[in-house]
């Protein structure tokens, strides 16, 4: 089995595959006044997806996430679930979902497969949540990962974007959610696209700040794993639950890059904030085409750049993260 590694000495058992780009929710850093569709080519179809996974399995992907835009807002997701998880050498399926349809679905996707879920939580306050994503679900969101808990996944954790004004305070009710939870929280440090420059520059608060108030607090960074990717974990013995760092501005955050992203259309991104995007999509039509696939994506790997351009405001091709998949 070939194996995917760049020419940086980095290794990807992990796939970020968007499945749509549409999305329920109007969160003020990403689709502020909701997603507008474009008349561009439809999404990937179920057979589609297939192929692709079968591709990246040949070269030794493990892991699939599946992201978006909302990835609940397929109605065939399910489906691709199932499919994915019967495909040989998959051995995890994560889900990062706003969880508003958590309580109508996790249930049975658990039961089609899914073993690892990432729910979106920007504020543990049901008004705040509402004027950072538009939308008033808050008791829906919090009653499906109480819901998630309970159904064996190998994780569960929160994604919460840190928002200078918006969120910042909340620490302590956050230790006080993590007390008896076996849960992890993400706070991702916000991240500037080309479509959200003067939010960024009100918004912005950088994660070592977090950092520095959770180690005040007795958390304690934990050792890496090889296999972890770019987020410092903490955990604290007073806590069942942990703390994760995302900060894409930190100086080794590229270095624990281990991801690559495929886009709802088919695109293969090799960064987040990358200039270009390759086509896979003539390369999944036909079961036939599976060497060609294979030959491509290995060879695109070569060209992944070893940073992002974020430092000096390049922000790439990506408008906003649920056009690509975050
Ligand atoms: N709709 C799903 C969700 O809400 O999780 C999946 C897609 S969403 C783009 C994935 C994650 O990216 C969410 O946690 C969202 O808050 C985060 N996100 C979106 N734009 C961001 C930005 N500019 N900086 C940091 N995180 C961002």
């Given at each position: 089995?070939?194996a995917?590694?760049?020419?940086?000495g980095?290794?990807?058992?992990?796939?970020?595959?968007s499945?749509?780009?549409a999305c329920?929710?109007?969160?003020?850093?990403?689709?502020?006044?909701?997603?507008?569709?474009d008349?561009?080519?439809?999404?990937?179809?179920?057979?589609?997806?297939?192929?692709?996974?079968?591709?990246?399995a040949?070269?030794?992907?493990?892991?699939i996430?599946?992201?978006?835009?909302?990835?609940s807002?397929?109605?065939?997701?399910?489906?691709?679930?199932?499919?994915?998880?019967?495909?040989?050498?998959?051995?995890?399926?994560?889900?990062?979902?706003?969880?508003?349809?958590?309580?109508?679905?996790?249930?049975?996707w658990?039961?089609?497969?899914?073993?690892?879920?990432?729910?979106?939580?920007?504020?543990?306050?049901?008004g705040?949540?509402?004027?950072?994503?538009?939308h008033?679900?808050?008791?829906?969101?919090?009653?499906g990962?109480?819901?998630?808990?309970?159904?064996?996944?190998?994780?569960?954790?929160?994604?919460?974007?840190?928002?200078?004004?918006?969120?910042?305070d909340?620490?302590?009710?956050?230790?006080?959610?993590?007390?008896?939870?076996?849960?992890?929280?993400?706070?991702?440090?916000?991240?500037?696209?080309g479509?959200?420059?003067?939010?960024?520059?009100?918004?912005?608060?950088?994660?070592?700040?977090?950092?520095?108030?959770?180690?005040?607090?007795?958390?304690?960074?934990?050792a890496?794993?090889?296999?972890?990717?770019?987020?410092?974990?903490?955990?604290?013995?007073?806590?069942?639950?942990?703390?994760?760092?995302?900060?894409?501005?930190?100086?080794d955050?590229?270095?624990?890059?281990?991801?690559?992203?495929?886009?709802?259309r088919?695109?293969l991104?090799?960064?987040?904030?990358?200039?270009?995007?390759?086509?896979l999509?003539?390369?999944?039509?036909?079961?036939?085409?599976?060497?060609?696939?294979?030959?491509?994506?290995?060879?695109?790997?070569?060209?992944?750049?070893?940073?992002?351009?974020?430092?000096?405001?390049?922000?790439?091709?990506?408008?906003?993260l649920?056009?690509?998949?975050?």
């Amino acid at each position: 089995m070939q194996a995917l590694i760049d020419r940086h000495g980095r290794s990807f058992p992990y796939l970020r595959l968007s499945l749509t780009e549409a999305c329920n929710y109007r969160c003020a850093y990403c689709l502020p006044d909701g997603y507008q569709a474009d008349g561009r080519p439809r999404f990937l179809a179920l057979g589609e997806i297939e192929r692709l996974v079968r591709g990246f399995a040949a070269l030794g992907m493990s892991k699939i996430r599946l992201t978006g835009g909302e990835p609940s807002l397929r109605k065939d997701l399910l489906s691709i679930i199932e499919t994915v998880s019967a495909v040989p050498g998959i051995g995890k399926i994560a889900l990062t979902t706003n969880g508003c349809l958590l309580p109508r679905h996790v249930r049975a996707w658990r039961e089609a497969g899914l073993t690892a879920l990432n729910v979106s939580l920007d504020s543990l306050d049901a008004g705040r949540f509402h004027v950072i994503t538009g939308h008033d679900r808050f008791a829906e969101v919090t009653a499906g990962i109480e819901l998630a808990l309970g159904l064996g996944f190998a994780s569960v954790k929160i994604n919460a974007v840190l928002l200078r004004g918006h969120n910042d305070d909340e620490l302590p009710a956050w230790f006080e959610y993590l007390r008896g939870r076996d849960v992890s929280v993400r706070f991702i440090e916000l991240m500037r696209t080309g479509d959200n420059r003067e939010y960024f520059e009100r918004h912005h608060l950088r994660a070592e700040i977090i950092e520095q108030r959770l180690q005040d607090a007795g958390w304690q960074l934990q050792a890496r794993a090889p296999d972890a990717g770019p987020a410092r974990e903490y955990a604290h013995p007073a806590y069942r639950g942990r703390i994760g760092i995302i900060a894409p501005y930190s100086k080794d955050f590229c270095a624990g890059c281990n991801r690559l992203r495929v886009t709802a259309r088919g695109d293969l991104r090799l960064c987040l904030f990358g200039d270009f995007g390759i086509s896979l999509r003539p390369l999944l039509q036909s079961d036939a085409d599976h060497h060609a696939l294979v030959a491509r994506i290995a060879t695109q790997l070569g060209m992944k750049a070893a940073g992002h351009g974020l430092h000096q405001g390049l922000t790439g091709i990506t408008p906003h993260l649920a056009s690509i998949g975050g």
